[in-house]
């Protein structure tokens, strides 16, 4: 990315944070010594930075008029060079970053003295973890902070960059377009591939290589491959069963583009034919995610599409004989309430029980106010499903959306979900 990217980001930051304060920002941190694992940057570092290295601190102090921007690198060592390759310079680092003042990390202690001892406000970026696990570094530098300036009033810096996150800037947009497109090779490779008797695996091994040969190393997350039954754990990764003949294999996949996510799910079966059963709950995904796009525009909230979502899997569910009437429930209160604690209104959740949308972006979900109104730049994803265990189905269909000012656009729509499409794909493999 242009490091104009990330000078605009930390301006529009600058614009929110009060007078006369601070905000501090740790990057991802490993210690020496380690095997290689790969390295995944702390987001809201990244996006105000575009440092792609552990162990980097950021500082922005907002005083009047003035502005400051320091960064704080570690120093080259170069006993270590052998094992670890040179560190960042402070030359590379004012190029990605755009900011000008760039020190060694010793020299933090000192530099950060001056500034929390002339504001008031310090903004952090706040993480929690379990109570019996071990603090963060974050947390830990935190309970520093707060100990030796106990003057400072600490504020949650999370809420400003949520806010920001979510509206995408045409170069993100491009990221995200471009991630869609890599995970659509994927996904039809996976289609001209898949065989009975086939592990889950394999069928991820086409994914990461249509993804990996387009040029990222990583992808958005850790692939889902789920033939059968797994489809209708909604987090299944261990993608090691054996594919049959006459199973649906759901796909919940995604590939990256400079650090930018695709997020998109699709379900086929194996044989290349949906059997009756299959289509019909098929088709009923299918249409309600349709319907759900049609009612994507600027304005709506995400509580709002869930809702409807709801509305429209119980009549589905109803459709396809997994609820009765009584657990639909009806539309306006009945005058009859004796029946109101056992009317078993909430019986979809047994076979639909997960949110039908989120924000992606340099996170797959990605930073977001659910309250929030959507707006012209936000993606989101649209993701109904219905998992039904004892029939060894699981459904779902994932497409990404960008919010237009007059509705939305669908950003995946080369990647096939009709039923005709898949079949035919399927259907010319050798
Ligand atoms: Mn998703």
């Known amino acids: 990315m ?40 702390k987001r809201n570092f990244y996006y105000l930075s575009g440092i792609n290295v552990p162990n980097v601190i950021l500082i922005l102090y907002k005083k009047g008029k003035k502005n400051k921007e320091l960064l704080f690198i570690e120093r080259n060592i170069p006993e270590l060079e052998v094992w670890l390759g040179k560190k960042l310079s402070k030359n590379n680092t ?57 003057i400072l009033r600490i504020e949650k810096v999370n809420p400003f960059l949520s806010k920001l996150r979510m509206k995408k800037s045409k170069e993100e947009i491009n990221n995200i377009k471009k991630a869609i497109s890599y995970t659509n090779y994927g996904i039809r490779s996976i289609l001209k591939h898949t065989k009975p008797g086939m592990m889950e695996y394999e069928l991820e091994a086409y994914f990461k290589f249509e993804c990996t040969k387009r040029g990222e190393k990583q992808l958005a997350f850790s692939p889902i491959v789920a033939s059968g039954e797994n489809a209708t754990i909604l987090h299944y990764e261990k993608n090691n069963s054996k594919i049959k003949k006459n199973d649906l294999v759901l796909l919940d996949v995604g590939a990256k583009c400079n650090e930018y996510n695709a997020d998109i799910s699709r379900t086929f079966p194996v044989s290349g034919k949906f059997s009756k059963r299959q289509k019909d709950v098929y088709k009923e995904v299918l ?34 004989k997994l609820i009765t009437k009584k657990s639909k429930g009806s539309p306006s209160p009945s005058p009859d309430i004796s029946g ?28 977001c106010d659910r ?22 189905i699981g459904v779902r269909i994932e497409d990404d959306i960008l919010i237009t000012k007059n509705g939305c656009e669908v950003l995946s729509s080369m ?15 050798e």
Do not use: W
């Open 371 to 392: 309250e929030k109104k959507l707006t012209v730049g936000n993606v989101i994803t649209v993701e109904p499903g219905i998992y039904i265990k004892e029939e060894k």
């Open 340 to 367: 109101a604690a056992t009317d078993g209104k909430e019986d979809y959740k047994k076979y639909y029980m997960h949110g039908v949308s989120h924000h992606i972006g340099l996170d797959a979900h990605d930073l």
């Open 287 to 320: 249409q309600i995610q349709k319907k759900i796009i049609d009612s994507v525009k600027p304005g709506v909230t995400l509580k709002e599409l869930q809702d409807k979502t709801i509305e429209l899997m119980k009549e589905a569910l109803l459709k396809l």
């Open 2 to 41: 242009d490091k104009q990217f990330f000078i605009s980001n930390r301006k529009k930051l600058f614009k929110i944070m009060e007078d006369n304060s601070l905000a501090i920002f740790y990057a991802a941190r490993t210690g020496p010594g380690k095997l290689p694992v790969e390295f995944a940057q």
């Open 94 to 150: 004012k190029e990605i970053s755009g900011i000008e003042t760039v020190y060694y990390s010793d020299e933090f202690e000192r530099h950060l003295h001056f500034y929390a001892t002339s504001t008031n406000i310090c903004y952090y970026d706040i993480e929690t973890s379990l109570i019996n696990s071990n603090l963060s570094y974050g947390l830990s530098q935190l309970n520093l902070i707060k100990e030796h300036y106990p």
């Open 415 to 429: 990647i096939p979900k009709e039923i005709k499409e898949i079949e035919e794909i399927m259907a010319k493999k």
